[in-house]
């Protein structure tokens, strides 16, 4: 973590938290996959969705 991450997940809070539920721990890892130009595995794309620049690669639990 650094500060373009950390800087980057606190304005995802403030811009998405009361409309889209956005939670710090969510915004981190958006953060730091976006920061660092990465795909984020996720099962649950709905906590994301409110971030387009987000490239998510979505997977089904069994």
Do not use: Q
């Amino acid at each position: 973590m650094n500060e373009e991450i950390t800087h980057r997940a606190m304005e995802y809070v403030e811009s998405y938290a009361l409309s889209d539920s956005m939670e710090l721990a969510d915004a981190l890892i958006a953060a730091t996959a976006i920061e660092n130009d990465e795909t984020l595995c996720t099962a649950n794309g709905k906590h994301y969705k409110c971030l387009p620049n987000l490239k998510m690669d979505l997977f089904k639990v069994e």
